[in-house]
């Protein structure tokens, strides 16, 4: 079992920053991929980027270029930066951890981005 919880979400202006973390539960983490995904108002959950144990980066391209990952193993913890933020990147933000067919889930942070 792995349990997450995400925090650093909030209220941003267009062209803002925020850095998203994702704290696993745990002393394995470092074999599992780690996701962030968002769900967006009436909108279905989407992918938004993963890093892989050996710290290869994914990214959708609606945030390639914008949206950094990372993980830090002996923290057990991955984070999202996110910078040029634009209204259409408000939406819950999941962290996601996989390792074959196990997949766990955090609850999500908000981020919303408006002026």
């Known amino acids: 079992q792995v349990q997450l919880v995400e925090s650093g979400g909030g209220l941003v202006q267009p062209g803002g920053s925020l850095r998203l973390s994702c704290a696993a539960s745990?002393?394995?983490?470092?074999?599992?991929?780690m996701g962030w995904y968002r769900q967006a108002p009436g909108k279905q959950r989407e992918w938004v980027t993963s890093?892989?144990?050996?710290?290869?980066?994914m990214y959708a391209d609606s945030v390639e270029g914008r949206f950094t990952i990372s993980r830090d193993n002996a923290k057990n913890t991955v984070y999202l930066q996110m910078n040029s933020l634009k209204p259409e990147d408000t939406a819950l933000y999941y962290c996601?951890?996989?390792?074959?067919?196990?997949?766990?889930w955090g609850q999500g942070t908000q981020v919303t981005v408006s002026s």
């Open positions: 745990g002393n394995i983490f470092s074999i599992y991929v």
């Open positions: 890093i892989t144990s050996g710290g290869t980066t």
């Open positions: 996601k951890a996989s390792k074959g067919p196990s997949n766990y």
